[in-house]
Structures are given as C-alpha cells and as structure tokens.
C-alpha cells in the first residue's frame, strides 16, 4: 500500500495529496527545495509543485 504526500503548488499555494509512488523529483540531489517534475502539476492552475511531507503530518515550510 502506498502512503500518501503531501504536494503544495507553486504559484497558487493549493495542496494536493499524491501516492509516493507516482513522485518524480526535478532534481533529487537538492534537499532544499523538492521540486517535482513538470509532468506533475497543479489540478487547479497547471502550476509546479513542490513536496512538503508526508500526508496528515505536520509540514516543514522554509521562509527565506
């Protein structure tokens, strides 16, 4: 069974919930900011998303 994580859009800021084996990393080797690939969007405005954690747990947001 796959866990679920959480995904939060770029430009909108909605969040979306994606089973972990469907994720693909932009570029695995950046720790800082997990962007997923281009092939996976926002549902609501086509956006990129970035992976936040795990679903249900509390997120680990950076503010520069």
Same mark, same amino acid.
């Given at each position: 069974?796959?866990?679920?994580?959480?995904?939060?859009?770029?430009?909108?800021?909605?969040?979306?919930?994606?089973?972990?084996?469907?994720?693909?990393?932009?570029? !695995?080797? #950046?720790?800082?900011l997990k962007l997923l690939?281009?092939?996976?969007?926002?549902? #609501?405005?086509?956006?990129?998303?970035?992976?936040?954690?795990?679903?249900?747990?509390? !997120?680990h947001y950076r503010l520069?």
């Open positions: 069974m796959s866990q679920e994580m959480e995904c939060m859009c770029q430009q909108c800021g909605m969040s979306s919930h994606i089973a972990e084996g469907d994720i693909v990393l932009e570029d !695995p080797a #950046n720790v800082e690939s281009k092939l996976l969007v926002c549902q #609501n405005c086509g956006g990129q998303l970035v992976l936040v954690g795990k679903a249900g747990d509390e !997120p520069k």
